[in-house]
C-alpha cells in the first residue's frame, strides 16, 4: 500500500488568485515596490539608475529570465546589469514585495484542511513539491502554508526556486523521496495541473488529478491514475496499492 502522498501546493492546496495576472502584477506592483525599497540604499550606491531603466531591467530579468534560475539569482542579474553592487541586505529588501503580493492573494481551497487532518489520521505521511513562481524562494511558500495551518501535516516540504529544478523534472519527485524514509513504491503525486501528472509518470509513480473549473487534459498529456472533482473525494481512491 502506498502510504507516502505527495501534493503541489499552488492551485492544488492553495488558490493563489494569479492566474493570468502574473505578469501584470509583477509589472505594475512588484517591481515598482522594489525600486521603492532599493530608494532607501541611494545612498551608498554611485551610479543610482531612473525608474524606467530599473523597471525594464529587472523585468526582464525576473519575468523573463528563464528556468529554472532562481529568483534571487535573477534580482542579482538585474542589479549586475544596472551595475549596483548587492548585498544580502538588499536583495531581501527587493524579495520583500514579491513576499507581500504573494501572500496577500492566496487563499485556501475549501476542505483542504479537512481533507489533510483525515490523511494523517489515516496513517498515511504527506510529502510536497511545488513549483514557485518566478523561481521565487521556498521560504514564500511555506510561509503561507503557515498562515493557513497547513504546514504541520507535511513531513517533506520543498520548493523549486531552493534548488533550480522545476516540473516536470523527475529530479523532484527525487528529491522529496530521498528526504523522507520512503521508496518510490510508497508514493503517489497529487496535483491540479498537466505538469503535475508529466512529472509523476516521468518519475514512474500513480498521479492523482484535482480537476479544477472543469479543465480538459490535452492530447499530449499523459492519462492520470484517478481524476478527483475535489480534493475531498481523495478517500475514495484508498488505500492504492
Given at each position: 500500500?502506498?502510504?507516502?502522498?505527495?501534493?503541489?501546493?499552488?492551485?492544488?492546496?492553495i488558490?493563489?488568485?494569479?492566474?493570468?495576472?502574473w505578469?501584470?502584477?509583477?509589472?505594475?506592483?512588484?517591481?515598482?515596490?522594489?525600486?521603492?525599497?532599493?530608494?532607501?540604499?541611494?545612498?551608498?550606491?554611485?551610479?543610482?539608475?531612473?525608474?524606467?531603466?530599473?523597471?525594464?531591467?529587472?523585468?526582464?530579468?525576473?519575468?523573463?529570465?528563464?528556468?529554472?534560475?532562481?529568483?534571487?539569482?535573477?534580482?542579482?542579474?538585474?542589479?549586475?546589469?544596472?551595475?549596483?553592487?548587492?548585498?544580502?541586505?538588499?536583495?531581501?529588501?527587493?524579495?520583500?514585495?514579491?513576499?507581500?503580493?504573494?501572500?496577500?492573494?492566496?487563499?485556501?481551497?475549501?476542505?483542504?484542511?479537512?481533507?489533510?487532518?483525515?490523511?494523517?489520521?489515516?496513517?498515511?505521511i504527506?510529502?510536497?513539491w511545488?513549483?514557485?513562481?518566478?523561481?521565487?524562494?521556498?521560504?514564500?511558500?511555506?510561509?503561507?502554508?503557515?498562515?493557513?495551518?497547513?504546514?504541520?501535516?507535511?513531513?517533506?516540504v520543498?520548493?523549486?526556486?531552493?534548488?533550480?529544478?522545476?516540473?516536470?523534472?523527475?529530479?523532484a519527485?527525487?528529491?522529496?523521496?530521498?528526504?523522507?524514509?520512503?521508496?518510490?513504491?510508497?508514493?503517489?503525486?497529487?496535483?491540479?495541473?498537466?505538469?503535475?501528472?508529466?512529472?509523476?509518470?516521468?518519475?514512474?509513480i500513480?498521479?492523482?488529478?484535482?480537476?479544477?473549473?472543469g479543465?480538459?487534459?490535452?492530447?499530449k498529456?499523459?492519462?492520470?491514475?484517478?481524476?478527483?472533482?475535489?480534493?475531498?473525494?481523495?478517500g475514495?481512491?484508498?488505500?492504492?496499492?
Amino acid at each position: 500500500m502506498r502510504k507516502f502522498l505527495v501534493f503541489d501546493l499552488g492551485e492544488t492546496l492553495i488558490d493563489f488568485n494569479m492566474t493570468g495576472v502574473w505578469r501584470e502584477q509583477m509589472r505594475l506592483e512588484v517591481i515598482p515596490k522594489m525600486f521603492t525599497n532599493l530608494k532607501s540604499f541611494h545612498s551608498t550606491i554611485t551610479n543610482f539608475p531612473q525608474y524606467s531603466t530599473f523597471l525594464d531591467t529587472a523585468y526582464a530579468s525576473i519575468a523573463r529570465g528563464g528556468y529554472p534560475v532562481s529568483m534571487i539569482n535573477r534580482i542579482k542579474n538585474a542589479l549586475t546589469t544596472l551595475k549596483i553592487p548587492f548585498s544580502q541586505k538588499i536583495i531581501n529588501s527587493l524579495l520583500q514585495p514579491f513576499d507581500q503580493v504573494f501572500a496577500t492573494k492566496a487563499k485556501i481551497y475549501p476542505q483542504v484542511k479537512s481533507t489533510l487532518e483525515e490523511l494523517k489520521n489515516l496513517g498515511y505521511i504527506l510529502g510536497l513539491w511545488s513549483n514557485t513562481p518566478w523561481q521565487s524562494p521556498g521560504y514564500m511558500s511555506e510561509r503561507v502554508m503557515n498562515r493557513f495551518n497547513i504546514r504541520e501535516y507535511f513531513s517533506a516540504v520543498h520548493f523549486s526556486g531552493d534548488y533550480e529544478i522545476r516540473k516536470p523534472n523527475a529530479k523532484a519527485l527525487e528529491i522529496v523521496q530521498k528526504s523522507s524514509q520512503f521508496k518510490k513504491d510508497d508514493m503517489i503525486y497529487i496535483g491540479n495541473a498537466e505538469v503535475d501528472i508529466q512529472t509523476g509518470c516521468n518519475f514512474g509513480i500513480p498521479t492523482v488529478w484535482i480537476k479544477r473549473n472543469g479543465d480538459i487534459l490535452s492530447e499530449k498529456c499523459p492519462r492520470p491514475t484517478y481524476e478527483l472533482n475535489s480534493i475531498s473525494e481523495i478517500g475514495s481512491i484508498l488505500p492504492i496499492q
